[in-house]
């Protein structure tokens, strides 16, 4: 393993401590429980915005704090959701009197641990709702298993549910949107490497040279198969048809396309496939009329991309135009 | 067989112990069809929980557990965080101030930590979750015990169904917990969580053994 790491124990609260020292006019970083706050929160009138998860999938969320997107973000260990206290903490922190929602990602410790954090944020009397994310296609859906993963979707949802915040809405508008950008957004992962979390010292799993894994998640857990190696533009058709079908997106519509970095992959990469999915989007008669290409919700050092769609209309175009002022997304101000 | 608040800290001190020893295997287990991160998160919260031991020697049983169960939930993080952590918490509420347990109390404790584990992850046998492995070995340690054993035998008997329980688990099809998103592909490996909770059900048998 070779890392820009002092020891696998203090990762995270060194990173943390390197945000807060990097952003100090947008954010402030507590530890013990561990939370990254919006600097000019909590904003008086407002519905507060947080979200959490494990870190390992820088920027995403801590990146995301500030005007316009986030007030908080609970950033757990490694690739491990975060604790009810950081939650409970961060519910208070942000609470502005419009009550607070939570963007958790549908994984099984996420949504037990932002239930447990919203039992005693309601025992304090804060208005808590929780909108969950899973959007991840290549997991099977079904009533009787943990569901679909949340993935790219959430990086989408918490800027436009920001903007919807930002701009006043109440708590349920805010929860309808969010449930809307949910409904209409899905994704699908690829990888070419594993990742290696410092804790285990080794990739995650082995992953020959002309091999690739179709249907990842983003915490180096193997994806849905194992194929040969391919073509950038074979490899956007694997990832953008089950995408189309699923939703299902249709000629006519209007999508933002967000082609997303896993960590290790260079932007190069993700432009050439932002031009594959842009290319398969057009012979389908689907119009890309916002996108984002970048690393936005990563999988520490893993190598390989995700597609995002997300069906717009007029409320989400302008929600998703609207300024915002963060570590990671930055633009109208 | 009495069990008192001092072999209550025992189990409690040997648990800590075989997590930290098994802390790679765990792990390992879990980066086969997980995220690499199980004996990690365990040794994290029983490390902390130690540290919080000598401020409840002198209390009751169940604040004990209760002790134990808050500090995970507030350590651990992930699902088995909020799963061993409402378990302990459960089991807890269940022994309540008493300072010493017999058979039935113990059998009701545990009852009350699987009960409280399915609600939390709302899970059900034959998911491939840690409640493959309590679930049968609570059913054999109640049947054991109402046939008349000896307790020390049920409790021999209760942990070898839990051993069977969990290697039961490596055929299954995860539908619940981050395997599930392995489809097919989980089948074939045993699972971390029925592995931890048979650590624990082994250090219980052993803290027990030098009881009688």
């Known amino acids: 393993m070779k890392k820009l790491i002092n020891s696998p124990d203090n990762v995270v609260k060194e990173a943390l401590a390197g945000m807060a020292a990097a952003h100090p006019d947008l ?5 013990d429980p561990d939370i990254i706050v919006r600097a000019d929160g909590p904003v008086k009138g407002k519905v507060g915005i947080i979200s959490g998860g494990g870190s390992g999938h820088e920027p995403m969320h801590g990146g995301f704090v ?14 491990t959701s975060p604790v009810p206290d950081q939650m409970l903490a961060a519910t208070k922190a942000v609470d502005g009197g419009k009550g607070v929602l939570h963007i958790v990602k549908n994984y099984t410790g996420d949504v037990m641990n932002f239930e447990m954090a919203a039992e005693m944020a309601a025992a304090e009397g804060i208005e808590v709702a929780a909108v969950v994310t899973n959007d991840d296609v290549a ?4 009533l009787y298993t943990a569901g679909r993963r949340g993935v790219g979707v959430t990086v989408l949802l918490e800027k436009i549910v920001g903007a919807a915040a930002q701009s006043g809405a109440d708590l349920a508008e805010v929860k ?5 950008v949910n409904a209409q957004g899905r994704s699908m992962g690829m990888a070419l490497t594993s990742c290696t979390v410092p804790h285990a010292g080794k990739p995650s799993f082995e992953l020959p040279d002309d091999e690739m894994e179709i249907g990842v998640g983003i915490h180096g857990e193997p994806g849905r198969r194992r194929v040969k190696l391919a073509s950038a533009a074979e490899i956007a058709e694997m990832l953008a048809t089950p995408i189309v079908e699923d939703l299902p997106f249709a000629s006519g519509d209007h999508v933002l396309a967000f082609v997303n970095g896993m960590g290790g992959t260079p932007l190069i990469e993700l432009y050439l496939m932002y031009n594959e999915l842009n290319t398969i989007l057009k012979a389908k008669g689907i119009t890309i009329s916002r996108n984002l290409v970048g690393s936005y919700i990563t999988s520490l050092d893993m190598a390989g991309c995700s597609f995002t769609l997300l069906k717009l209309d007029d409320e989400l175009t302008k929600l998703w135009d609207a300024p915002v002022h963060t570590p990671a997304l930055r633009w109208g101000v | 067989m009495h069990i008192t608040a001092a072999h209550v800290i025992t189990f409690i001190e040997r648990v800590a112990a075989t997590v930290k020893e098994q802390r790679d295997y765990l792990t390992q287990l879990d980066s086969a069809i997980g995220d690499s991160d199980h004996g990690v998160n365990l ?8 540290t919080k031991l000598p401020g409840v020697a002198d209390k009751d049983i169940g604040a004990i557990l209760k002790t134990v169960g808050t500090t995970l939930v507030s350590t651990v993080g992930g699902a088995s965080g909020p799963l061993y952590g409402t378990a302990f918490l459960r089991a807890g509420m269940a022994t309540g101030d008493r300072f010493e347990l017999g058979p039935a109390d113990l059998i009701a404790a545990l009852e009350a930590a699987l009960e409280g584990i ?4 709302k899970s059900t046998r034959g998911e491939k979750t840690m409640i493959d492995s309590i679930g049968p070995g609570i059913d054999a340690l109640k049947q054991a015990n109402a046939a008349d054993e000896d307790f020390l035998s ?17 055929p299954m ?24 909770a048979f650590l624990m059900a082994k250090a219980m048998l052993e803290v027990a053994e030098g009881i009688s």
Not at chain 2, 43 to 50: A, K, L
Request: charged fraction near 20%.
């Open chain 1, 27 to 31: 954010l402030t970083v507590s530890y």
């Open chain 1, 66 to 79: 500030g005007m316009g997107m986030l007030d908080a973000a609970c950033p757990g260990a490694m690739f």
């Open chain 1, 139 to 142: 997991v099977k859906d079904s």
């Open chain 1, 176 to 180: 309808r949107i969010a449930e809307k």
């Open chain 2, 43 to 50: 040794d994290r919260g029983f490390s902390t929980v130690i």
């Open chain 2, 118 to 121: 399915q609600s939390r992850g």
């Open chain 2, 154 to 170: 049920a409790m021999r008997i209760g942990l070898a169904a839990c051993e069977a329980g969990m290697q039961a688990t490596i």
């Open chain 2, 173 to 196: 099809l995860a539908t619940k917990g981050r395997a599930s998103y392995l489809g097919e592909r989980s089948i074939g490996h045993q699972d971390p969580g029925a592995t931890s």
